[in-house]
C-alpha cells in the first residue's frame, strides 16, 4: 500500500514539474512605467520567430488581452512597441524513483523480482522559452522583457495548446509592471 502512495506521489510530481513554468523579468530601472498607456505589435520582429502563424496569432492575442487587462490601449502611435522571440528544444528527465526499499529498506532487497530498473522512469518533452519584449517608441529601446520557460503541450489537441500559450502569456505578464525598489 505504501508503495502504491509512494508511485502516485512520484506521478504527480513528474507531471506537474513539466506543466510548470519558470518565469524571470528584466527592466531598464530608471524607466517610468507608469507613462506607457499604449501599445502596438512590433511586426519586423514578429515575423522573424520561429513558429507557426497560428501559434503566433495565439500568443499575440494573449498577449494583448493581458495589456488590455492591464489597461492598455491598441494604438497606431503607440508608448510601447511588443515584441515576442521564442526557442525550443528537447528535454529528457531520468528519475530513479527507488527510494532505498533495496539494500536493508522496507522490504528487503529483491534483485529477482525488482530487476536493475526498478523505480526507473525516463520521461521526454519539449520546452518551450517565450521572451515578451516591450520596447520603449519613442527612445527605441528595451524598457522591459519577460522571459517564461517550462514544458509545451504536444499532444495535438488545440484547446489544450491554446490554454498553456495563455497560462504562458499570464505568467510572463504578472511580472509587468516591475515593482522597482526605492
Known amino acids: 500500500m505504501k508503495v502504491l502512495k509512494l508511485a502516485s506521489l512520484v506521478l504527480v510530481f513528474l507531471i506537474t514539474s513539466c506543466n ?23 511586426k519586423k520582429g514578429i515575423d522573424k520567430a520561429e513558429i507557426s ?4 496569432r495565439r ?6 488581452a493581458e495589456l488590455m487587462a492591464k489597461g492598455f490601449t491598441k494604438s497606431e502611435n503607440p508608448d510601447v512597441l511588443v515584441n515576442i522571440f521564442t526557442k525550443s528544444r528537447r528535454k ?3 528519475n530513479n524513483n527507488n527510494f532505498g526499499f ?9 534483485p529477482w523480482y525488482y530487476g536493475p530498473n526498478y ?25 522591459w522583457q519577460g522571459i517564461g520557460s517550462g514544458g509545451l503541450s504536444t499532444s495535438g489537441n488545440v484547446a489544450k495548446k491554446e490554454a498553456r500559450i495563455k497560462e504562458f502569456v499570464a505568467q510572463i505578464m504578472a511580472q509587468y509592471p516591475p515593482v522597482v525598489a526605492p
Do not use: M, P, R
Open 20 to 42: 510548470s513554468i519558470k518565469v524571470v523579468a528584466d527592466y531598464e530601472s530608471t524607466t517610468d512605467f507608469t507613462q506607457y498607456k499604449t501599445f502596438a505589435f512590433y
Open 53 to 56: 502563424d497560428l501559434d503566433k
Open 59 to 64: 500568443i499575440l492575442k494573449a498577449v494583448e
Open 92 to 94: 529528457v528527465d531520468i
Open 102 to 110: 533495496g539494500y536493508g529498506g522496507y522490504y528487503g532487497w529483491y
Open 119 to 143: 523505480g526507473t522512469t525516463i520521461s521526454e518533452y519539449t520546452e518551450g522559452t517565450l521572451f515578451i519584449d516591450l520596447i520603449d517608441a519613442n527612445k527605441k529601446e528595451l524598457a
